[in-house]
């Protein structure tokens, strides 16, 4: 089966959840389904793929959950809500693309790999939490939650409150041999869901879990270059990257060097919380191997893969 060309493909928050984010079973199974059918697609034009899928709002969910448990209940840290989405995620994509691409003549099982990503321990997000997790919450609640969980509270843009945690730079993929090695059997396999479980090195190697998250496309770019991937590919929600988003002087860009990128980067045309990261991922992956990488919407994948459709980086 290790023939055909490798793509990282990192899913985005439609293609895991309904509109607005919903996270009931039967909305992420139809959106699940939906970006299943699409990949097995692409996987019938002959590349093989690493999946790897963000998180948000199942993460969001899953607080909501355990703050309504009584208060004398054990809390879960965010790594093991981390976790336990990349599962929960894993399954239904798994299950589904499965599903697809046996009917498409292609009899596989697709792997799930629970992975980890190792950062750095003194990383300057640890001093500095930006990531915002879970729901608003009024100040009341947010100070009661800060004296209970030690938790730090920024205001959201929305009103209220939001909990925010590191979001430390990936380091290295901790699992990237087991997914090279699952990646040797399948045609498709699903990876670092979330951006990884954050871990960071005590001494004598010792790997410790740590409260943060990793983006999502940061981390599959780093999982692209550790497993030499021919593409990085990121699909989400928009036909690709644009400059003057929204605004006046919109302009879709369909190819663009990565050094041009840096410049629009630099001027503020991609918001760190969405296609900020994205454009990061790209630039890296792009520098660190020479090879290309695309960002473009899920509907269009099997266009984007072939550079036919979507934002394609180059070196320059
Ligand atoms: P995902 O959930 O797929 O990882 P995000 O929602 O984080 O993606 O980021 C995608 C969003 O980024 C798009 O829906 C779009 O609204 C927004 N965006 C912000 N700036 C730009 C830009 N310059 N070009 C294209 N999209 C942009
Ligand atoms: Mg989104």
Redesign the pocket.
Known sequence: MDSGRLAVIAL???AIAGPGMDVSVESQTAAVKRASSIIADVLADGWRSVITH?N?PQVGYLSEAFEALPPERPRQPLYIATAMTQAWIGLLLKHSLEEELRRRGLNVLVPVVISRVLVDVSDPSFNNPSKPVGPIYGREEAEELSRRYGWVFKRDPRGGFRRVVPSPRPVSIVDRDLIAEASAESPAVVALGGGGVPVVERPGGVLEPVEAVVD??LASSLLATQLNADLLVI????P????N??REGERWLRRAAASELKKYLREG???P???GP?VEAAISFVERTGKPAVIGSLEEARQVLSLQAGTVVMLG
């Open positions: 985005g928050g439609n963000g948000g999502k496309d699909l989400t929600d928009v690709g990257v644009a400059v988003y929204g045309h991609f918001p919380g969405s296609m994205k």
